[in-house]
């Protein structure tokens, strides 16, 4: 039986029924385009760059927007699009390197910039009608550029600009083609949100009609119609994304869910009995719990590659699944809490971008025949747009702010190979440190907070001994959106109270440093 998700057969209706597509062409702010877009009330998919004109013609999208990358447009093998979206009438913005492709590509000419531009910059809005209808003459914008658009064709004409950069914005005099070569998408740029909705529902006419309520309504009765009287089973992890799947389940087919917890030993500390708790008492579903720990050390036994570690995690983890899941008579479906970065990052969208960032456990991990259906209810959704969906079913706080906890659990956050005594070392420091950031009250004013164990011993001292333990990092970062983070600026206090704990209380760790990276250009987990 082949797999397939219901929540993301084309072509899209009702709520999606208007959509944007972001062509990546390598940008770091790709998938927080998307996310500025749908904060819009528009619906925006993110594409390989090279995709054809023809197959946007098929998903007949209502704007484009070219993203920014690391190249320059004038470079040998320097990524380009397909020149014929230029000739199919749809609105084009183009960003910073998509800007600059798009003049290049209609008679500009791009050069290297006399003065680079990194950080933040005063422009000048030339024309305050359009595309800046709204945003004051002077205002402060993002740039992140070598390059620039160094002239126009005659089709284009000037709409802001900068002490180093003439054309930091312009359109074209009769096509809705427009460029800016600032991020209007970051939160450094004030009024980059007026000019994106400026360009979405005035030069695209959308009628901003994504609304999170309205796709929860449509994907319930889609699965309600897909599913019919079949069994449905989803995995449960006890985090955000399984628990907001479970209840949209819960609420289109009731009785006919079942819910799986597969303990793979890698785990945080109390995780099975607290998801056991919830399961059972809030949502009163029919759970199954598989004591799989032996199989995952077993499959791990050696393994220090990240990648690798993945894709042994999930195959084990379906091979577990699936045994339990023969075990439930009639189940015909499973339910996955798949997002859309992860689509994205592991390179499973059908027309996304083809680079694997990381393998996903749902994504990445999944052989081509499971004996099940797939469906994958949140595969479209940011994590931000998760928990506000959570919360609009009903679901109580504790369980849609819990911070986020990859796939793999605790193999991730266990640099090198993977042992039981590693991990019981690693659950008890990562306690500490969740529980010291919620004794201080910032957990909710943290977004991810977590231990890493290292790989690394260091020379140390207790008592009048010398030791030659682990060192132990702390991670912790802030992000609306999960696409970029920056570190948590924790107050020194309860960075030393976690420290003390730590080397005090957990046997085996000598040393305690904490993660000061942001993403990019680093991620969030360690692997």
């Given at each position: 039986?082949?797999?397939?998700s219901?929540s993301?057969?084309?072509?899209?209706?009702?709520?999606a029924g208007?959509?944007v597509?972001?062509l990546?062409?390598?940008?770091?702010?790709?998938?927080?385009?998307?996310r500025?877009?749908?904060?819009?009330?528009?619906?925006?998919?993110?594409?390989?760059h090279?995709?054809t004109?023809?197959?946007?013609?098929?998903?007949?999208?209502?704007?484009?927007?070219l993203?920014?990358?690391p190249?320059?447009?004038?470079?040998k093998?320097?990524?380009?699009c397909?020149?014929k979206?230029?000739?199919?009438?749809?609105?084009?913005?183009g960003i910073?390197?998509?800007m600059?492709?798009?003049?290049?590509?209609?008679?500009?000419?791009?050069?290297?910039?006399?003065?680079?531009e990194?950080?933040?910059?005063?422009?000048?809005?030339?024309?305050?009608?359009?595309?800046?209808?709204?945003?004051p003459?002077?205002?402060?914008?993002w740039?992140?550029h070598?390059?620039?658009?160094?002239?126009?064709?005659?089709?284009?004409?000037?709409?802001?600009?900068?002490?180093t950069?003439p054309?930091?914005?312009?359109?074209?005099?009769?096509?809705?083609?427009?460029?800016?070569?600032?991020?209007?998408?970051?939160?450094?740029?004030?009024?980059?949100s007026?000019?994106?909705?400026?360009?979405?529902h005035?030069?695209c006419?959308?009628?901003?009609?994504?609304?999170l309520?309205?796709?929860?309504a449509?994907?319930?009765?889609r699965?309600?119609?897909?599913v019919?009287?079949d069994?449905?089973?989803c995995?449960?992890s006890?985090?955000?994304?399984?628990?907001?799947?479970?209840a949209?389940?819960?609420?289109a087919?009731?009785?006919q869910?079942?819910?799986?917890?597969?303990?793979?030993?890698?785990?945080?500390?109390a995780?099975e009995?607290?998801?056991v708790?919830e399961?059972t008492?809030?949502?009163?579903?029919?759970l199954?719990v598989?004591?799989?720990?032996?199989?995952?050390?077993?499959a791990?036994?050696?393994i220090?590659?990240?990648?690798?570690?993945?894709?042994?995690?999930g195959?084990?983890?379906?091979?577990?699944?699936?045994?339990?899941?023969?075990?439930i008579?009639?189940?015909?479906?499973?339910?996955?809490?798949?997002l859309?970065?992860d689509?994205?990052?592991?390179?499973?969208?059908p027309?996304?971008?083809a680079?694997?960032?990381k393998?996903?456990?749902?994504?990445?991990g999944?052989?081509?025949?499971l004996?099940?259906?797939?469906?994958?209810?949140?595969?479209?959704?940011?994590?931000?747009?998760v928990?506000r969906?959570g919360?609009?079913?009903?679901?109580?706080?504790?369980?849609?702010?819990?911070?986020?906890f990859?796939?793999?659990?605790?193999?991730?956050?266990?640099?090198?190979?993977?042992?039981?005594?590693?991990?019981?070392?690693l659950?008890?420091a990562?306690a500490i440190?969740v529980?010291?950031?919620?004794?201080?009250?910032?957990?909710?004013?943290?977004?991810q907070?977590?231990?890493?164990?290292?790989p690394?011993?260091?020379?140390?001292?207790?008592?009048?001994?010398?030791?030659?333990?682990?060192?132990?990092a702390?991670r912790?970062?802030?992000?609306?959106?999960?696409?970029?983070?920056?570190w948590?600026?924790?107050?020194?206090?309860?960075?030393?109270?976690?420290?003390?704990?730590?080397?005090?209380?957990?046997?085996?760790?000598?040393?305690?440093?904490?993660d000061?990276?942001?993403k990019?250009?680093a991620t969030?987990?360690w692997e």
């Amino acid at each position: 039986m082949t797999t397939a998700s219901p929540s993301s057969v084309e072509p899209r209706g009702g709520a999606a029924g208007q959509r944007v597509l972001v062509l990546d062409f390598g940008s770091q702010y790709a998938q927080l385009i998307a996310r500025r877009v749908r904060e819009q009330n528009v619906y925006c998919e993110i594409v390989r760059h090279s995709i054809t004109a023809e197959r946007v013609r098929e998903l007949a999208p209502i704007g484009i927007i070219l993203s920014g990358g690391p190249s320059s447009v004038y470079a040998k093998g320097a990524p380009l699009c397909d020149p014929k979206l230029f000739e199919l009438g749809i609105p084009v913005l183009g960003i910073c390197y998509g800007m600059q492709l798009m003049c290049q590509a209609l008679g500009g000419k791009v050069d290297s910039a006399p003065a680079r531009e990194y950080g933040r910059a005063e422009c000048d809005i030339v024309e305050a009608d359009g595309l800046f209808a709204g945003v004051p003459k002077q205002t402060q914008v993002w740039m992140s550029h070598g390059d620039q658009v160094a002239g126009i064709s005659n089709d284009f004409t000037p709409l802001a600009k900068t002490s180093t950069c003439p054309y930091a914005a312009v359109k074209h005099k009769r096509l809705p083609f427009f460029g800016l070569q600032f991020h209007p998408e970051v939160t450094h740029t004030p009024e980059g949100s007026t000019v994106l909705r400026n360009f979405l529902h005035g030069a695209c006419g959308a009628e901003g009609t994504w609304k999170l309520g309205d796709f929860a309504a449509e994907t319930i009765e889609r699965i309600r119609q897909e599913v019919g009287n079949d069994r449905v089973i989803c995995g449960l992890s006890g985090g955000v994304d399984s628990s907001v799947v479970a209840a949209m389940l819960a609420k289109a087919i009731g009785p006919q869910l079942s819910c799986i917890l597969v303990d793979n030993g890698l785990l945080r500390q109390a995780e099975e009995e607290a998801v056991v708790a919830e399961f059972t008492q809030h949502f009163k579903t029919d759970l199954h719990v598989v004591k799989g720990e032996e199989r995952f050390l077993s499959a791990l036994a050696g393994i220090t590659d990240p990648q690798e570690k993945r894709r042994r995690i999930g195959h084990t983890f379906i091979d577990c699944f699936v045994d339990e899941a023969k075990k439930i008579k009639g189940a015909k479906f499973l339910a996955q809490g798949t997002l859309y970065p992860d689509v994205i990052e592991s390179g499973a969208a059908p027309d996304g971008p083809a680079d694997t960032i990381k393998l996903h456990h749902n994504v990445g991990g999944l052989p081509a025949e499971l004996g099940f259906e797939l469906i994958e209810p949140l595969r479209d959704l940011f994590k931000d747009e998760v928990r506000r969906l959570g919360l609009q079913l009903g679901l109580p706080e504790e369980i849609v702010w819990r911070h986020p906890f990859p796939g793999p659990g605790l193999a991730v956050r266990c640099l090198g190979e993977v042992t039981r005594e590693k991990l019981d070392t690693l659950r008890a420091a990562d306690a500490i440190v969740v529980g010291e950031i919620k004794a201080a009250g910032l957990y909710r004013g943290t977004s991810q907070a977590f231990a890493v164990l290292l790989p690394v011993q260091s020379v140390g001292v207790m008592g009048d001994s010398r030791t030659y333990d682990n060192a132990l990092a702390v991670r912790c970062v802030n992000t609306d959106d999960f696409m970029t983070a920056d570190w948590s600026h924790l107050p020194y206090e309860v960075l030393a109270r976690i420290s003390t704990r730590v080397i005090n209380e957990v046997k085996g760790v000598n040393r305690v440093v904490y993660d000061i990276s942001s993403k990019p250009p680093a991620t969030i987990e360690w692997e």
